[in-house]
Nanobody, 122 residues
Framework: QVQLVESGGGLVQAGGSLRLSCAASGRIFSINNMGWYRQAPGKQRELVAAGTSDGSTNYADSVKGRFTISRDNAKNTVILQMNSLKPEDTAVYYC????????????????WGQGTQVTVSS
């Protein structure tokens, strides 16, 4: 059983900052990619930022230069530091991780957190 637990969402004024955290727990053999997606009302879920276990990162064009993703592989956590927030960043943010489980028979699956609301007021 694997769980992703998120924290750090909330309400902030435009130009402000928020820090999202996601911790993975359970019978984890290894974590490949960890990242954040978001879904605004009436829109499809989209990738915000992702990081691999070797330190590579990928960002949506809309957040480049404002958001920073970082991982603590020892703690199975991923952090999204969001600066210079804009009203269009308002969405539910979901943590995602591609995790390998199993001791003998390995299985790779995608896991999702429960989502955390980020609201940016103008």
């Amino acid at each position: 059983q694997v769980q992703l637990v998120e924290s750090g969402g909330g309400l902030v004024q435009a130009g402000g900052s928020l820090r999202l955290s996601c911790a993975a727990s359970g019978r984890i053999f290894s974590i490949n990619n960890m990242g954040w997606y978001r879904q605004a009302p009436g829109k499809q879920r989209e990738l915000v930022a992702a990081g691999t276990s070797d330190g590579s990162t990928n960002y949506a064009d809309s957040v480049k230069g404002r958001f920073t993703i970082s991982r603590d592989n020892a703690k199975n956590t991923v952090i999204l530091q969001m600066n210079s927030l804009k009203p269009e960043d308002t969405a539910v943010y979901y943590c995602n991780a591609r995790i390998t489980t199993g001791q003998i028979l390995r299985r790779v699956s995608d896991y999702w957190g429960q989502g955390t609301q980020v609201t940016v007021s103008s």
